[in-house]
């Protein structure tokens, strides 16, 4: 059988999917994972919820469109002792960005758009753009150069545009950003979103095009895109074209009343590392409660709210080379192409590389966790994480609801880790 799964892997990389497989729940040992293994996920999730480092979690993982394991720990919100279910709705928040990506891509196929296509094309006001020379901090003034070239689609899609985050971003961008009324992507007021990136095109750069990985609005800016090629609003166009197909029922930039009660709190820690209410406002502006006041931002890079089992359908078709449950969003050719290097000598954490949307493992990577090269991943501000291994045809999610959380890494490390030991190989 491990012959399959390395056999697997090649042919995703090569463009061609071995097999198409929608998700169901099975029995861990004749789906290839171990149960009495799987039951240490439980008991180092419930270490944590009883230690007060997190008030839950919610994790699930699929081997080959078989999910072996998929269970909320802990609580959703711990005052009125609602307990954490597996259809717990979470603020996935980066998470949104894998979507607008292949929103991006279902365009692109249709020849509506290139990636090398400079963005002005579609917002003229990226035209022209300039890079941050000289900043004041204490009056947020700054001096600007003219850009050697245009930032391009490409350059958006893997974070080497040049443009940074608000809010969470730089000192520089953090300051030039808030003066100019850029958001994060957290929004609870009714703004639109074509208003703000527009400012945003006429704000200088952090870097040249290409020169760097800088993560930032890259992929809010895409959303817009989106809708000026789709002619619709990205809300539509994610429900229409995306959510409908895949069944994604209950995923939404801002929650319908009747799924509002599902959402998990938000929770912060305190000095002593404790988990403890957040704040309703915090990190300049961001309203935790954004998903349920029916706002008119619709964030490409962060707004969306999701369940486990949703965003798994999203990653299975990845797997799948781009088809799910007789549905067929992108080619086989075009996830590889979003799934491979695409930054050059560029280099992430441990050598990894930066595909079209994703962060991809390197040999080095594949070294220090027992993920597979080629594994394709990233995560959410609120503390959340995914990954895709088509080595081994796994999927795994793990959700979380605190900001910020010094045992995250740790927390997000041991699952990958425990997910591969409860892996018999089968």
């Not at 305190?270 to 961001?286: D, F, K, L, W, Y």
Request: glycine residues 10%; negative net charge.
């Amino acid at each position: 059988m491990k012959l399959n799964y390395i056999l697997c892997g090649l042919l995703l990389a090569a463009g061609t999917p071995i097999f198409s497989q929608e998700l169901h729940t099975a029995d861990p040992g004749e789906a290839g994972f171990s149960e009495e293994r799987l039951s240490r996920i439980d008991k180092m999730l419930d270490g944590y919820v009883s230690d007060r480092k997190i008030a839950g979690a919610v994790a699930l993982i699929a081997h080959d469109g078989n999910i072996v394991y998929h269970k909320g720990i802990g609580y959703a919100d711990i005052a009125e002792k609602r307990k954490m279910e597996p259809n717990t709705i979470f603020r996935i928040a980066s998470q949104t960005k894998a979507i607008t990506s292949v929103a991006v891509m279902m365009l692109y196929e249709e020849g509506k758009l290139l990636l090398d296509d400079p963005v002005s094309r579609y917002i003229p006001e990226f035209k022209n753009p300039k890079v941050l020379d000289t900043f004041n901090p204490a009056d947020s003034t700054y001096s600007a150069v003219p850009a050697k070239r245009e930032v391009t689609i490409r350059d958006l899609l893997t974070h080497t545009s040049g443009i940074g985050y608000a809010v969470i971003g730089s000192k520089e961008t953090n300051a030039i950003y808030a003066k100019a009324g850029i958001p994060a992507g957290f929004v609870a007021t009714p703004v639109k979103l074509g208003d703000k990136i527009k400012a945003l095109g006429k704000l200088p750069l952090m870097h040249e095009p290409g020169e760097k990985f800088t993560y930032g609005l890259n992929i809010d800016v895409l959303g817009y895109v989106v809708e000026v090629v789709s002619g619709v609003s990205l809300d539509r166009f994610f429900h229409k074209r995306i959510f409908e197909p895949l069944q994604m029922d209950d995923t939404y930039f801002y929650l319908p009343k009747g799924k509002q009660d599902r959402l998990a709190e938000v929770y912060s820690e305190n000095e002593g590392g404790e988990t403890v209410p957040a704040p309703q406002v915090s990190h300049g502006g961001i309203d935790k409660d954004y998903p349920l006041l029916g706002s008119t931002y619709f964030s490409g890079g962060a707004g969306l709210s999701s369940t486990a089992s949703d965003y798994a359908a999203f990653l299975q078709m990845l797997l799948n080379g781009g088809e799910y449950n007789g549905k067929h969003l992108l080619s086989p050719d075009t996830v590889r192409l979003m799934t491979v290097n695409q930054i050059g000598e560029i280099n992430l954490n441990h050598g990894n590389k930066f595909g079209l949307g994703f962060e991809v493992v390197g040999k080095r990577g594949s070294a220090v966790l027992p993920w597979h090269e080629g594994s394709f991943s990233w995560g959410g501000y609120f503390g959340s994480h995914y990954w895709v291994d088509p080595a081994s045809g796994i999927v795994a999610i793990i959700l979380t609801q605190e900001v910020p959380n010094k045992e995250w890494g740790d927390i997000s490390a041991k699952f990958k880790n425990m997910v591969y030991a409860a892996h018999t190989g089968k």
